[in-house]
Every structure is written in structure tokens, then in C-alpha cells.
């Protein structure tokens, strides 16, 4: 950078100034091109995530602005830095403003992953994405929510035992790099590789019932290939209930009696159309894919009578979410 001092033709002569004041002005020119070169270089040579994931643990790695525990020995990230360059995915993690949730070294080896073999990991790319968040987010940003990622599913941060995202442990955070923050993670973050009518069916409680309604109004299809769709299941015995019969495969028979037209009224108020997570809920109305319901998150219920279950919410699929519930709903 061009010093802001004017470079033309003194009119006084400088071996005519004072020899004192003569080093006074050098020192200040100096001091002028010195601070410029500080600025240059902080903001043109600061390395991208992957300079500083490929770096880090090394001499010359990028310092630690935040550690949760400042005596974990440094970790190192070579089998992610060569996931990212073999997916082809390092130049999006380096040309992009993101956060990172990076597995160290040892969590990649808890699964018998490094370097040679990562690669080769079934759904590597999948995986690698859901490590990766939109925008520049410190560890002062998080809170108990969930957050999407680049795969399109969210992981969750739970703040109330340190930080965690998912059943992974947040070892050092606040990693600052030229386009984004990077956190180090003790485990590896594996999204949802189910879609919701294939999750349904392999699901503890099972919705036997409800995938037979859903086929029957003509929405099995729907469910599994669109969305994202975020499902409010009631269980089978919430079926049993609703349609007074005394046991599953009686509620299957009763449901493939009905007409398609009088299901699908009744399923799609349980669709509401995108990701909703528990964090994103509200108490009042919500709309679903025919018509508003009622939540109250006080009571934890819907309509005033189906209960959500706390333990059974943010269930994830490949194309959305599955919140189970006691009742079924009647638009």
C-alpha cells in the first residue's frame, strides 16, 4: 500500500533542516508504512477453515480463542481436512462464511476411520455436510435449539451440561478463521439416513396403523419422496382409541374400510408443511396442511386433548420430523 505521506519535490531542502527534526520525520514515515503493513496482513493472509483444520495441532496452527478444558492436548484434524478435499468439499468450506463442527482425529478413529479410509465411509458426503452451518456462529450465539446444517437436518445444542451438539462433546471452541468459526467435537455427527415413511415403519412405538392410512388416502408416496413435511403421529393405540376397536389389526381393517377422501382430511391435519423442531413451537395456532390447530405448550397438548410426548419429539428423517402424540386429531 502507497504511503499517504506526499512523495513530491520538498521546497526546503532537507539538509538544511535540523538533523533532529530530520529523524523525527523518518521515524514517522517508517512508523506510517509499518502500521499499513500490519492491516494487510491480518486481513489478506488470515487461512480459511480448511488452512486452519489442515494446520491445526502444528507449530504453526491457529491459536485457541475459547478451550473448554485448556489442559486436552491440542487435537489434530487430518482425516477431516482429507474428507474435505476428496468429497471435493474444501473449496465450499473455504469460499463460503460457515461454522464448523469439526470431529478431531480421535473421534474419526472411534469408528476406524482416518486417513486412507474416509473417504470410502457410505454416506461421507452427507455426513461431512451435517458437520457444517450457514453463517459465523460463536460459542456465545448457541442456546438449547436446533440448528440446521448444510445436509438440510438439524443437529441439537444442549448447553446444560457444558455444550453439545447431538451426543457429541464441544472440546474447544471459538476457532476463528478467515471465512468462519470452527468448534472441535469428541464424536462424529450422523444425520438421519431414513425418510419418514420408512422411519414410521421401523419406529419404537409403531405406526402400523397410521402408514396403512396414509397408503389408503394416497400420501405414502408423498410422505416418503416431498417435503421436507413435519408429522404429528398419533400412535397405534391412539388409533384404537379414536376408532373404538379393540386392537391393531382391528384398526387396520376399519381404516381400509374408510374412503380415501375421508382420510386424507384427517392425516393432513396432522402435516405441517417444512422442518419444525420443539424449539421452533409456540403456544396458539399452527397451521397445518388442512386448517389450524391448537397448541398449548404449557400442557404440552394439541386441541386441548392429544399430548405430545417429551421424550418422542424431534424425531428426524431424511425429508422432515416426527413428533409423536397420544391422540389422533380431528380437523
Known amino acids: ?32 508504512n509499518t502500521q499499513d503493513a500490519d492491516i ?9 477453515i480448511v488452512e486452519v483444520l489442515e494446520s491445526y495441532g502444528s507449530e504453526s ?15 489434530t484434524f487430518k482425516t477431516l481436512s482429507v474428507a474435505l478435499a476428496q468429497t471435493r468439499l474444501a473449496g465450499t468450506v473455504s469460499s463460503n462464511m460457515l461454522t464448523v463442527f469439526a470431529p478431531t482425529d480421535a473421534a474419526f478413529a472411534k ?57 457429541s462433546n464441544v472440546v474447544i471452541a471459538d476457532v476463528e478463521a478467515r471465512n468462519g468459526v470452527i468448534h472441535a467435537i469428541d464424536d462424529i455427527l450422523f444425520p438421519p439416513t431414513q425418510d419418514l415413511v420408512t422411519l414410521a415403519s421401523s419406529f419404537d412405538p409403531e405406526f402400523s396403523v397410521l402408514l396403512a ?17 413435519t408429522v404429528f403421529a398419533p400412535t397405534n393405540q391412539a388409533f384404537i382409541n379414536f376408532l373404538e376397536v379393540a386392537d391393531v389389526d382391528a384398526a387396520i381393517a376399519a381404516v381400509n374400510g374408510l374412503p ?3 382420510l386424507a382430511p384427517i392425516l393432513l391435519y396432522h402435516v405441517v408443511s417444512g422442518r419444525v423442531y420443539s424449539s421452533d413451537l409456540s403456544s396458539g395456532p399452527v397451521t397445518t396442511l388442512d386448517g389450524d390447530f ?35 386429531l380431528v380437523p
Do not use: R
Not at 3 to 15: A, E, H, L, R, Y
Not at 118 to 131: M, T
Not at 313 to 324: E, K, P, Y
Open 294 to 328: 391448537e397448541l398449548d405448550l404449557a400442557t404440552l397438548t394439541i386441541d386441548g386433548n392429544a399430548q405430545l410426548i417429551p421424550s418422542l419429539l424431534n424425531v428426524q428423517a431424511t425429508n422432515g420430523v416426527i413428533h409423536v402424540i397420544s391422540e389422533v
Open 40 to 48: 494487510i496482513d491480518n486481513e489478506g493472509f488470515q487461512p480459511s
Open 213 to 229: 392410512a396414509a397408503t389408503k388416502a394416497g400420501l405414502a408416496e408423498t410422505l416418503m419422496n416431498d417435503g421436507p413435511f
Open 1 to 32: 500500500m502507497k504511503s499517504q505521506i506526499s512523495t513530491s519535490k520538498p521546497q526546503i531542502s532537507f539538509f538544511k533542516l535540523p538533523m533532529l527534526l530530520l529523524f523525527a520525520l523518518s521515524t514517522m514515515i517508517f512508523s506510517c
Open 111 to 167: 469408528y476406524g476411520l482416518n486417513q486412507k479410509n474416509v473417504s470410502a465411509f457410505p454416506g461421507i458426503v452427507d455426513i461431512l455436510l451435517y458437520h457444517v452451518v450457514a453463517g459465523k456462529v460463536f460459542s456465545t450465539d448457541l442456546s438449547n435449539s436446533f440448528v440446521t446444517t448444510l445436509n438440510g437436518a438439524a443437529v441439537q445444542v444442549n448447553l446444560e451440561s457444558g455444550v453439545m451438539i447431538n451426543t
Open 61 to 75: 496452527g491457529s491459536t485457541v480463542s475459547k478451550s473448554v478444558d485448556s489442559k486436552v492436548k491440542k487435537p
Open 260 to 262: 380415501a377422501e375421508a
